[in-house]
């Protein structure tokens, strides 16, 4: 086993290049004491399982708390990206990089842009206060700094939505079925 002590705000592959700084004398050592069959005292009997991501898992819940989003994301890149939808198009945005804000509590919508600063990004409405998106990809392109117009909605509310699209699918077909009478 290894310990590596975190600050908590380090990104996957701050981690990973953390991990493998001593990686060989690791190695080294932990086959010198398997081959010498010697048992260190801190050596724990029963590891810990994770369970794989869920589907869905990657897509941000703008009403968990700013703490969550923060970390959420900080877990999954650079090497997956936390996915959320911009109306009304409903662009997929993948989010790579967020910051904390200095906002205190903050009533308004969750999901919702309340600010943007060109060379920072925007700032998002969360559960509890927001959060600076700082670099994303919405389709194939490059990584960005995102520049959405304030009051520009990300979706998480994922059953309203479906309730709207399937009111707006029985507006269509009414329409159309009352179009040839």
């Known amino acids: ?3 590596v002590h975190l600050k908590g705000d380090e990104y996957l592959d701050e981690i990973h290049e953390l991990l493998f700084q001593d990686v060989v004398d690791f190695y080294f050592s932990a086959i010198k004491k398997f081959l010498s069959n010697k048992k260190s005292s801190s050596m724990v009997g029963f590891g810990r ?5 869920a589907i869905g898992d990657e897509i941000i819940d703008w009403n968990e708390s700013s703490d969550y989003i923060f970390k959420m994301v900080r877990a999954r890149s650079p090497i997956i990206g936390s996915v959320t939808f911009s109306t009304p198009a409903w662009d997929k945005v993948m ?3 967020v910051e904390k804000s200095t906002v205190a509590e903050y009533i308004g ?3 919702q842009v309340i600010d943007r ?3 920072k990004g925007i700032l998002v409405k969360t559960g509890d206060t927001a959060i600076w998106i700082t670099e994303i990809t919405v389709g194939n392109l490059d990584k960005i700094i995102p520049d959405f117009p304030i009051g520009t909605m990300f ?3 994922w059953i309203m ?3 709207t699209v399937k009111d707006e699918l029985r507006n269509i077909n009414k329409r159309l079925l009352g179009f040839g009478t």
């Open 95 to 97: 989010v790579w990089r």
């Open 155 to 157: 979706v998480s509310n």
């Open 117 to 119: 600063e060109k060379e």
């Open 161 to 163: 939505e479906m309730a």
């Open 1 to 3: 086993q290894l310990r």
């Open 109 to 111: 919508a969750c999901g």
């Open 49 to 53: 399982y994770f369970p794989k991501k």
